[in-house]
Each structure stands twice: as C-alpha cells, then as structure tokens.
C-alpha cells in the first residue's frame, strides 16, 4: 500500500524553527518528486517546494526562498522541509506529496498524498 505520512508539525513562537518529514512506505521514494504544499484556514492550497528524483529543487513561493529548505534521504525513505525564521503567515497544514521523477507546478498531478500535519506559528 502505498502511502506518504508527514510528522513534525506543532505550535512554535515567531522566528522559531521546524522540520517536517515525508516518510514513504509501500514505494520506494528515489524515482519520485516529492513536493511540500500548504493550506492555511480559508485559503486554497499552494505549493511551497519540491525535490525532483535527481535533487533538483523547485520553489513554488518565492518568497520562502531563504527560510524554508527541502531535503532528501533516499536511505530512509524520507524527504523533510526546514522550515526556519517561521511567521505567523506560515500556519497551516502542510502535506506532501508524490509523482514520478519531475517536479511540475500543477499540483494535481501528484498523484499521492498525505494526511497532512499541522504547523501554528504564534506567541
């Protein structure tokens, strides 16, 4: 069964630090894309970065560039997401999700998907 399972959200004051991680089980995670996406209350989901299957990094929000950083470890079947210098603009519920080889902006074309873990960023 193939499934994506995000942990390491929680509640952390401003200018704080988190990183979630993507772990695979049922598929092996080396031939796929892996992208981080978020959705905060009333808001459509958006995507935040992506690893392609050969470490090519996209950023989907310009803005994150410099705070938030995505990672992978093939051995451990698991990508992450450092998120640092967080902002309460960066609560939400962040996923990930998965499809084969290349990153692409449309996010429905990844076809797998987590549960999501939540991420507030407050004093």
């Known amino acids: 069964q193939v499934q994506l399972v995000e942990s390491g959200g929680g509640l952390v004051q401003p200018g704080g630090s988190l990183r979630l991680s993507c772990a695979a089980s049922?598929?092996?995670?080396?031939?796929?894309?892996i992208g981080w996406f978020r959705q905060a209350p009333g808001k459509e989901r958006e995507g935040v970065s992506c690893i392609s299957s050969s470490d090519d990094i996209t950023y989907y929000t310009d803005s994150l560039k410099g705070r938030f950083t995505i990672s992978r470890d093939n051995g451990k079947n698991t990508v992450y997401l450092q998120m640092n210098s967080l902002e309460p603009e960066d609560t939400a519920v962040y996923f990930c999700?998965?499809?084969?080889?290349?990153?692409?902006?449309?996010?429905?074309?990844?076809?797998?998907w987590g549960q999501g873990t939540q991420v507030t960023v407050s004093s």
């Open positions: 999700a998965a499809r084969p080889s290349f990153c692409r902006r449309y996010q429905y074309s990844f076809g797998s």
């Open positions: 049922g598929f092996t995670l080396d031939s796929y894309a």
